[in-house]
Every structure is written in C-alpha cells, then in structure tokens.
C-alpha cells in the first residue's frame, strides 16, 4: 500500500506540469451541470485531483477484473486520457466485453458536425438541430455511419407545460446513436430539411476519445436539457472542447445557445471545419429537376401524373424521372403515405424507368451555408425628418427579418425575438414598440412560383 | 398571463430544434410533437417504412446499452429504413443508397450490382416488402457480387 500512494505522490508532482490534462480531465467530469453524483467515484465535493486518484485506484482494483462493470469499463474516456498524459504503465488494462465491441464497431476516424436547417415554410424553426456524425473506419459509405443524437427526453406533457419544463430545464437530455440513414431519412426526406455536413479536424485519436466519452455519459450522466442554454448545440461544442481545449468554443457562445449560431462559431477559427457536404431534401431536388426540364417536358410530367398519357408508352427516361421525383416530394408532404392510386402509380413508373436506360443526371443548385448568414443581434439607429432633435435607438435580439440579407436564412420569412425601439431627445424617453416575438412567411408571385403552383402543387 | 404566453411562444420556437425523443428504445421516438405553429412536418415516412418487423429485427438489444445494428440484422434494417427512396434509385440506377447497399450486401466498388438490381427491378421490387427484397437479392447473388447466371 505504501509503495502505491509513493507511485501515485510521485505521479502527482508531474501532474503540475500537465495542464492542458487538467484542464481536459476537468472537462470529463461535468461537475458545474452534472445531476447524479454516481458519476464520480471520489463524491460530488471532490476536487479534481481526489478524483483522479479514486479514479487511479479503481483502474488498478482487481475487483470485476475484465467484466463490464471495472471502473476502466465505465471511465473509458479517462483512461485514454491518463494514459496518453501520465503514462502507460499507471494500471494494466482490463478487457471490457461490451465497451470493447461497441467501439470496435464505431471506430471513428473522424468527427462531423451535421445541421439540419429549417422546414420548409417555416420561419419558426430557422434555428435548425445539430447531431454529430461518427465517421466510421471501413464504411466508405457515409450513409453507413452512425449518428449521435443528444437531445431532451420529453414525456407526454401538454404544450404549456411542455415548453415551460423545457425551458427551466425539467427534462433530462439523453444520447442516441443511430445509423446515419435514419438520420438522413428523418431530416431529408421525411420532414423536407436540408442538412449540412461539416466535417471537423479532430483526428481519429480525438474522435476515439469523443466516443469513449459518449461511453461513459450515455448510461450514468444525468444532464438537465434547457431549451435555449443546455441543448443539442451546447453539448456538441462541450464535446468538442473536450477534445480540443484550444477551441474553446462553448465560451464564445452567449447565454443562450441557437444551432444556427454554434455552426457560426465553429467557422470562427479556420482551422475547425475542413470540408462541407450539403444535402438538400428530397422537396428541394424534386423541384430542381423539374425546374431543370424546359416547358414542353415539364408537361409531360404534368400529363404522365395526371393519367393522361399511359407511362408505358413513355421512352424518355428524364420525363419518367422528374415523375417519380414529383411523386417521392408528394411522399414527403404528404407523411408518407400515397393515396393507392399514386402508389400503384409510382410502382408502375419506377418499373417502367427501370427498363429504360437512365444515363442522365440532374444538378442541385447548391444553396447558401447557413454560416454565411448574417448575424442574428441587430443595434440600429435613426432619425425622423422633422424632428431632427429625437433620435430612434433599436435593438433586435433575434433572428432575421424582411430587411435582413436572406443569405443563409429562409427567404421572405422573418423570425423576430425581442425587438424594441425607444425614441430619445434630451427632454425624454419613448418607448414606442416592443416585439416579443412574431414569424412572418410571405408568398412572392414572381412568374416562377405561378408555373410551380399551376403544375403539380395544385 | 402576458408571461406565461412569452413562455409558451419561446417553447414552441425551441421545440422545432429539440423535439427529438430519445427514448433509445424502438422507434418510438421519432414520433413528433405537433408543436410548431406554422406546420409540423410528422416523422411519418420514417415510421411508415418501419413495420413492425423492424421492432423484431433492428437488433438494438437490450436498448439502453447498445443501439447500434447487429452485424446480421444489417441487410434487414437497411431495406426496411430505406425502402420508399431505394427503388427510386435502383430503378434510376443511381444514388447514394444503391451504393450503400452495395457496401451492405459486402460487393462496394462492384460495378455490376447496380445494373443487375436495375435489371431485375420489377422481381426484386415491384409491390415488395423489406423482407422479400433482402430475400430476392440474396438469391440473385447468392452470396457473390457477381451475378449467377
């Protein structure tokens, strides 16, 4: 016993020298937000260097040897940690039945950060989600990765208490891992979303460290989920810090956390995101490729849709194509389910086009980032002719409206949160309009829109 | 009354960014909250092409400790999530998910498993459930990437 604490006092001594460890290790433990205390071995008022000795100690107990349930089995995260930082030979490692197969099978080698952008016609939800994305060793398919969710686990409360309990933090957040495909299937195809992919620079060793941290969390952390603070985002850049301390993104955030704001932030140090993959949803390239075809054909889809021409007569694999992107669109919007007769329809057609050859492809336009968007806080200034001595002081917390560049955002929309303008002369203050919150969707006519309408929306 | 309304407002914008349900178990969770004011898109599609086999074959076992997919569930859960978008693709003879699909049936960078699924499209596909079509493709491959002719 003596010669262990001599082991451990000399390892101590080199601790001080180590800081960015602590400041990781600090970082694994969750102490500011963390809700139950069996996340910690050596208690909740434990300092940071109690708790890596408990932690030291439980890695070298031969109790639970190579089971599940050793301490190196639940702290996998800190074990890679001290290892890399104080050395290899602290403790022999114990095997880990589970851990060891569940992280064989993700073995990332890389990190992105995926946002999912808003609804279609819906300015209330231009804050969009982020979910990280695993990029997994042997599957050079993307849609093979797996998806890391961390999102509020709400129970069937009414609306009011709903938001209310969200938004004082009376949900616990909860991690879900699922193939990306799901996650794509969910965003880009079921609820018309577009999704960004922004791939991070962390290395395959920090990607590792990120899932193994996820590891020990997912089963025995208990985090309050606030709405608007300790959400999605919020975790995502934690995570990231994790990895990366010099990143430091969590603090360049302000009290309130938007999605839309934290992949903003991530574009503040170029060194953060190195590639960005854009995934419109199906709407989005239903309405490309038949935007694509010129009238004529644009006529046919309308007549191949419509019963009437027969399909089958049909040679022209583009027509058939733009119809069967038409009717996935229509899957969309309608929640998936297709009246029978366009079910049989869509059966028909994709047999038809699968007899032809289809060597044609369509082009996306590629929409504008969300992080090119402009700023979400507006200050403004003003003056009104002829009252030269008043001046207009406004403020805007949030987000976008109509006068704002559209970059980035949903066009003719606008999602207005705490809006309020005074009008000041020496004499006086005038409060002279307050906006808590209002959403506005605008139609533009423009010559386009009508053909759109006229075709197959109708 | 007015704070209360403040509240409830700020929640439903909040709702469209953190309404996923975890439960971890199943596919319940991808069941959505009508919240959002303007519209809310339901998660429909992603639970219609779920039947309940899936409950039975995405062996997410024992829920809480691992969600990832079983090595020989991996065909299944493939299909079933993907169905509706993957014919589309076969039939066209592109797409991402035809080449993950390739990637799951173990014949990724084979050139001819996206003209023979083509091919054979109305066997493999027309008015077919999940199951049929793992079936169907396996016996069109017989455990080979290329075709048995």
């Given amino acids: 016993v003596i010669i262990f604490f001599l082991i451990l006092s000399s390892v101590a001594s080199l601790f001080a020298a180590d800081e960015i460890f602590f400041v990781q290790w600090n970082k694994l433990l969750h102490k500011s937000n963390q809700v139950n205390s069996g996340l910690w071995l050596a208690g909740k008022d434990a300092s940071d260097k109690e708790e890596l000795d408990a932690t030291i100690k439980a890695f070298n107990s031969k109790e639970n040897w190579d089971t599940n349930n050793h301490a190196q089995c639940l702290y996998p995260a800190r074990r890679l940690l001290i290892k890399k930082h104080l050395g290899e030979d602290l403790f022999p490692q114990s095997k880990c039945p589970d851990y060891d197969e569940w992280f064989e099978k993700l073995n990332p080698q890389g990190i992105s950060i995926v946002f999912a952008g808003n609804y279609p016609d819906n300015p209330g939800s231009l804050f969009g989600h982020t979910f990280i994305k695993f990029i997994g060793k042997e599957t050079k398919e993307n849609l093979l990765d797996y998806a890391l969710n961390y999102s509020a686990e709400v129970s069937d409360d009414i609306g009011v208490l709903y938001a209310i309990k969200g938004l004082i933090g009376g949900y616990y957040g909860g991690f879900s891992l699922a193939p990306y495909y799901v996650k794509v299937n969910e965003y880009a195809e079921a609820e018309g979303r577009d999704l960004w992919e922004y791939k991070t620079a962390l290395t395959p060793e920090e990607s590792q460290f990120i899932l193994s941290h996820i590891w020990e969390l997912k089963n025995r952390a208990e985090f309050h989920y606030f709405f608007l603070s300790d959400n999605c985002s919020s975790f995502i850049l934690k995570l990231l810090d994790i990895a990366r301390p010099e990143w430091n993104l969590e603090k360049k955030m302000p009290w309130y956390v938007i999605p839309l704001e934290t992949v903003k932030v991530m574009h503040t140090n170029e060194e953060i995101i190195t590639d960005t993959i854009y995934r419109p949803s199906v709407r989005l390239r239903s309405q490309n490729s038949f935007a694509s075809l010129g009238i004529n054909d644009q006529k046919k889809v309308k007549n191949l849709l419509d019963n009437k021409t027969d399909f089958s007569k049909e040679s022209d694999a583009k027509i058939l194509k733009v119809a069967a992107m038409q009717l996935a669109a229509i899957h969309s919007r309608k929640d998936g389910v297709l009246s029978d007769e366009l079910a049989q329809k869509e059966e028909d057609i994709l047999v038809r086009l699968s007899e032809l050859p289809t060597d044609h492809s369509f082009t996306n336009k590629v929409l504008p980032s969300p992080h090119g968007g402009h700023d979400i806080t507006q200050v403004s200034i003003g003056g009104i002719f002829d009252h030269r001595e008043d001046l207009l002081l406004g403020y805007r917390l949030g987000v976008h409206d109509l006068n704002d560049y559209a970059v980035g955002y949903l066009p003719y929309s606008e999602l207005v949160i705490m809006d309020a303008q005074v009008r000041a002369n020496r004499n006086k203050l005038d409060l002279q309009s307050i906006n808590f919150l209002s959403m506005n969707l605008l139609r533009p006519w423009t010559i386009m829109y009508l053909l759109a309408m006229k075709s197959i929306w109708s | ?149």
Wanted: hydrophobic share 40%; proline share 1%.
């Fill in chain 2, 1 to 149: 009354m007015k704070k209360l309304f403040i509240v409830l407002a700020l929640g439903l914008i909040s709702s469209a960014y953190a309404q996923d349900r975890s439960s971890g178990c199943g596919m319940g969770w991808q069941v959505t909250r009508s919240m959002t004011t303007t519209g809310s898109y339901t998660r429909a599609l992603t639970n219609a092409t779920f039947s309940n086999t899936l409950a039975m074959t995405s062996g997410t076992s024992g829920c809480a400790k691992h969600d990832l997919v079983m090595k020989q569930k991996e065909k299944i859960h493939y299909v079933e999530s993907n169905l509706v978008p993957l014919r589309r693709e076969v039939a066209m003879g592109e797409g991402e998910r035809l080449n993950a699909l390739a990637a799951v049936w173990g014949c990724a960078n084979t050139e001819a498993f996206g003209p023979a699924l083509k091919q054979n499209y109305r066997d493999l596909f027309y008015k077919k459930e999940a199951s049929d079509v793992v079936q169907k493709i396996d016996e069109l491959f017989k455990g080979q990437c290329a075709l048995n002719s």
